[in-house]
């Protein structure tokens, strides 16, 4: 076999170094992928997979992408879970002696890309970081997009159901870990569905993390970030940026101060509640009117961690009824907003070095209509910004980059004419080069007497002076012959050789140094990123406070009052999300009160009545109280709750192979040991994935527990009509059901809430809107018929014993009871008939007709 090529072995060499990513080497105008990498490539992005060195015996599987067009493909396959390792061309190549020296410039993970074209404007990029000892653990994540940067600590309950819950929020695309931590929780890691479309990666525990941060951040102490005392949040904060600083090869990239979240300053909510309240998904979608990129950032963050500070409430509050009353100003504000581009990212990409022309464009028009809209806003202080060094730092973006500047920057067309001396006659040369020539060649010909001199050009010789070979003799001294074809003399000069240098290198030139002035106007900019990412927090408050009050007027959302009492009134609530799914003013308003004296609800009534609309809407209504939104309701007075939890749903866990009953206790399990007399808990049918009087038994110790240890404000919805006993012995509990409504065979589920157990399922009502076969419907009513006999026996067997569902052929064969369609017409016709309103010969009329029915027609 043929010894390698240089090239060949200069590759197998840096990809020694990176054998767990995609190595885009770039070669010329093409960043190419070879052997394995190559057939990767191949499959997942659609390329053509070519072979090199083939007739040397080396069959190298290759495919290759366009450097102009390569973030795309990057993008496509970080998308699906891989490691890129990004490798360039860092010596210019007609300086290069030997080969060209080539080196790995930036490593890209689904966590940590940096092209934002590529990403959903409305959603953080987290990369998370998870460190764990003994029962502590604590959980970092970032956005190398922005430099968001925030952390959490959990010192106790279950670890992993916590993450799972932060998971849920922050919906990461890459999670970093020690081998050793994963192990510990691999089982979990493996059957939780939630990790699915999260990249885990393994990374090592900086030593003294302390220290680390504080040269990070060059600061003395860690005591502004609140991290003074947080071991863990120390550890976790710095395996991330040491994980980031070794993938951007030493790059500059954004990076704000560490936010330190609490429990003690936010809302906990449950992995089961983000799900099954859809809060990032419908309920942001409801909420999201923003008119910025980053606004729409900003309220899914609020949604993640809604308050428990009632001062910072109220403060958001006062915004969003300002701007539910002052209806033309909030008009204007959004209209001016809807002019402001993504200003995080574009700072993001100024130290990321990806900015281009069109990103500084962006930014100018940002700063314009951030300038109007604090002239807008000026006399209510909503909006604070140094005038000067905006107008002045937009001044300049305006009278120096080109509106139609390129998205590249190695291409020139950035700047203005005007900007530069140097860099206007080197366009002048660039576009005029041909009038230039043409000046030349006249000159020439009028000098020498060669009417039919021309100048020409080939990547041979350049530019040169074509004389036939009749006009031979008349060719001046001074020329240079360079070639001499059958029929005429090739000649240079000189001026031509001159001119062609500056044609030529006229292009190379405006390129090299419109990016150095390009480099140095950004520059400029960066120097006031910290007053650009505050005027950016400002404006993201604004959009989301706008498009609060912009809902709360659309769809008549109230004003609660949050309260530190212990307390929850809601009067006239709605369900945020149903109610936008059907008619304007159809949905069925209902209440609801706790206080300290009555704090759990037993609620009670058949399946599609509403009951699990009902408490998903007590629960999102305090979750948009908390994130200072106005809410769905006629009034709401809402005392601060601390954490919400829900069990919600009966489905199979079949992902982890886990059923219904297993997961619901598990979920449980946590809610009580977690719960405070300040939470808020929505259960529904407990206890139902096992058999009767187990999850009766079940259902009711739960309630007691609740009631007795924790008293968090509960609502318990159950078919098991036997919970509202609970009511005569537990002093908290109240008793509800959703009301119904029968008319004749009909069953009108009315979805309102009202006081009192429900006294029927409704079951086989239900079932029969479901549209089961008659045959069913029929066979259900008879087994409900004998087992509506045996109450008697069911409340005995309530007290220890095991009722029989089903008894002997020949019981049953004696206790059913059937009728036929001639008897079902008569049991009909006597329901419906009025009595009172008949007279006694009308009714023996109507008896002797009954009985000729029953009798087949016949007649006494």
């Known amino acids: 076999m043929a010894s390698e090529t240089p090239l060949m072995t200069q590759y197998k060499e840096i990809k020694e170094e990176y054998q767990n990513a995609i190595l885009l080497f770039r070669l010329g105008d093409f960043y190419e992928m070879f052997f394995e990498d190559a057939k990767i490539a191949s499959k997942e992005l659609g390329l053509t997979l070519t072979s090199r060195n083939r007739e040397k015996g080396q069959d190298v599987p290759l495919a290759g992408v366009p450097y102009h067009s390569v973030a795309s493909y990057v993008a496509k396959l970080l998308e699906k879970g891989y490691t890129v390792a990004v490798c360039d061309q860092v010596e210019d190549p007609k300086a290069a002696k030997g080969i060209v020296k080539r080196e790995v410039t930036r490593v890209l993970t689904p966590g940590t890309q940096i092209d934002v074209d590529y990403l959903d404007g409305k959603s953080n990029q987290y990369l998370m970081s998870f460190v764990c000892k003994e029962e502590k653990a604590a959980i970092a994540y970032f956005d190398i997009t922005t430099g968001e940067f925030r952390v959490r600590e959990f010192e106790e309950g279950n670890i992993f159901y916590q993450l799972l819950g932060e998971l849920g929020k922050v919906n990461p695309k890459e999670l970093i870990l020690e081998e050793e931590v994963y192990r510990t929780y691999q089982d979990d890691f493996e059957k939780y569905p939630d990790f699915s479309g999260v990249k885990i990666n393994f990374c090592q525990n900086v030593r003294q993390a302390e220290s680390y941060l504080k040269d990070c951040y060059h600061i003395l102490s860690l005591e502004s970030f609140g991290l003074e005392q947080k071991v863990l949040a120390q550890q976790a904060c710095a395996n991330i940026l040491d994980y980031v600083t070794k993938l951007q090869k030493g790059q500059e990239f954004p990076l704000m101060n560490i936010s330190l979240l609490s429990n003690q300053e936010t809302m906990e909510l449950n992995r089961s509640g983000q799900k099954n309240l859809e809060i990032f998904g419908a309920l942001f979608s409801i909420l999201d009117l923003c008119k910025t990129s980053m606004g729409s950032r900003y309220l899914k963050r609020l949604l993640q961690n809604p308050l428990l500070d009632i001062s910072k409430i109220r403060k958001r509050q006062d915004y969003v009824e300002f701007f539910t009353k002052e209806v033309l100003l909030r008009e204007e504000v959004r209209e001016l907003l809807s002019e402001v581009y993504d200003l995080e990212r574009i700072i993001g990409k100024i130290q990321l070095s990806t900015v281009n022309g069109r990103d500084i464009v962006a930014l100018g028009k940002s700063l314009q209509a951030a300038l109007l809209l604090e002239k807008q806003l000026r006399s209510y202080s909503m909006l604070q910004m140094n005038r000067e060094i905006f107008s002045k730092l937009q001044e300049e973006i305006a009278n120096s980059i080109s509106s139609e500047a390129p998205f590249s920057i190695r291409e020139g067309g950035i700047f203005r004419t005007s900007y530069h001396k140097e860099l206007d006659e080197l366009r002048h040369i660039a576009s005029s080069g041909k009038e230039i020539l043409l000046e030349i060649e006249a000159r020439e010909r009028e000098k020498t007497g060669i009417k039919t001199l021309k100048i020409k050009y080939n990547k041979v010789f350049g530019y040169f002076i074509e004389v036939s070979k009749a006009n031979e003799h008349l060719v001046p001294s001074h020329y240079i012959r360079k070639q001499t074809l059958v029929n005429s003399e090739r000649y240079i000069v000189e001026e031509l050789k001159e001119y062609e240098d500056r044609i030529l290198n006229a292009k190379t030139k405006i ?304 206790e059913e009871v059937e009728f036929h369609i001639e008897e079902q017409s008569v049991l009909e016709e006597i329901r419906n008939v009025s009595i009172e309103q008949m007279t006694p010969l009308q009714a023996l009329v109507l008896l002797q007709s009954l009985k000729g029915k029953l009798s087949g027609g016949k007649h006494d």
């Open 511 to 814: 390129e090299n140094l419109e990016y150095y002035l390009f480099q140095e106007f950004v520059g400029k900019i960066k120097e006031k990123k910290e007053e650009l990412l505050e005027l950016a927090k400002q404006l993201s408050f604004l959009d989301v406070m706008t498009s609060f009050a912009q809902v709360a007027i659309q769809k008549s959302y109230v004003r609660p009052e949050v309260l530190e009492e212990d307390i929850l009134e809601i009067r006239g609530g709605r369900h945020p999300i149903v109610e936008s799914l059907i008619p304007k003013g159809s949905y069925v308003k209902n209440d609801l009160y706790f206080d300290r004296t009555e704090r759990m609800m037993v609620l009670t009534g058949p399946n599609m009545s509403g009951k699990s609309t009902y408490m998903k809407q007590i629960a999102l209504i305090i979750i948009l109280a908390q994130v200072g939104s106005f809410v769905p309701a006629d009034f709401a007075k809402i005392g601060i709750v601390d954490k919400i939890f829900t069990r919600i749903g009966a489905s199979d866990d079949l992902l982890t192979g886990q059923s219904t009953f297993m997961v619901e206790m598990s979920e449980v399990a946590n809610i009580v040991h977690n719960a405070t007399e300040k939470s808020f808990i929505i259960l529904d049918e407990i206890g139902r994935g096992t058999s009767t009087f187990d999850g009766i038994s079940i259902a009711t110790a739960i309630t007691e527990y609740i009631h007795s240890h924790i008293r968090a404000k509960t609502i318990f919805a159950t078919h098991y009509h036997e919970l509202t006993e609970l009511e005569k012995k537990l002093e908290l509990v109240k008793n509800y059901r959703i009301e119904v409504r029968e008319r004749g065979k009909e069953v009108l589920f009315l979805r309102e809430i009202v006081q009192g157990g429900a006294d029927k399922s409704y079951g086989i009502e239900v079932a029969k809107l479901s549209g089961l076969p008659q045959s069913i419907l029929k066979r259900s009513k008879q087994i409900l018929s004998r087992l509506e006999k045996q109450k008697a026996l069911v409340e005995k067997k309530m007290q220890g014993e095991q009722m029989m569902l089903f008894q002997s052929e020949e019981m049953e064969e004696e």
